[in-house]
């Protein structure tokens, strides 16, 4: 009996360092920005009311990818849709290892106006907030859908993560590092400039407002 306890006891603290590692989203290419924190519920909630209005852009059929931009080029709505959603990036599709890219240059600079139909919802207030912090590109709504995953890939410019729907099968992997970011209000920045990836291995739909900061550094 005391044995069995003593066993208990010791799988208890594997899992803890187990997913305090996990959970713990300040590292070499993961920061948290200590300064900043939204809420939960009102982030969900404008989230239910986007969707009232519009779906998820599929960038012309990409599966398992699904995005809402909430900024544009002023006076361009077309700059939220379709290869504009998703933007370039770069990925070793094969066993060569060669690298080649995807998809189109985005002038991330040029996103420069919330669009008016999400500034009834609390997006606008968030967006606002981020303004006053960092240079913004593109601030996107991304939807990873249940038991998917990306292509291991690196974009230009590092990207900031507010979680808004996720579950603990939801993994962000960044060179060796994987890491489970909390949908509790936190900002986080990742260094998309590394080879990363980030997978759904749960059975709900991941959803993360992800912004583009092409100022941005990591040390
Ligand atoms: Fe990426």
Not at 107 to 136: A, G, I, M, P, Q
Not at 176 to 190: E, I, N, Q, R
Request: net charge positive; glycine share 6%; proline share 5%.
């Amino acid at each position: 009996m005391r044995q069995n306890q003593h066993i208990k006891y010791t799988l208890n603290s594997i899992n803890d360092v187990y997913y305090s590692k996990l959970y713990m989203a300040n590292s070499k290419n993961f920061h948290t920005i200590g300064d900043l924190k939204f809420d939960p519920k009102k982030l969900q909630n404008a989230l239910k009311q986007v969707l009232k209005i519009k779906n998820y852009d599929t960038a012309g059929g990409i599966t398992n990818f699904g995005a809402i931009c909430l900024n544009q080029i002023p006076g361009d709505p077309n700059s939220t849709k379709g290869n504009n959603a998703r933007g370039i990036y770069w990925t070793k599709p094969d066993h060569t290892g060669t690298e080649a890219s995807r998809d189109k240059l985005i002038d991330e600079r040029s996103y420069t106006e919330f669009v008016k139909d999400y500034e009834h919802t609390y997006f606008k207030e968030v967006y606002e907030k981020l303004s006053k912090k960092f240079k913004l590109g593109r601030v996107r709504i991304l939807l990873k859908e249940p038991r998917s995953t990306l292509s291991w890939h690196r974009d230009p410019e590092p990207r900031l993560h507010i979680p808004i729907i996720t579950n603990h099968g939801c993994i962000m992997v960044i060179e060796d590092v994987a890491k489970h970011l909390p949908a509790d209000g936190s900002v986080y920045v990742t260094n998309n400039l590394k080879y990363h990836n980030a997978f759904n291995g749960g059975e709900e739909n991941r959803v993360h407002l992800v912004a583009c900061l092409p100022d941005y550094k990591f040390n």
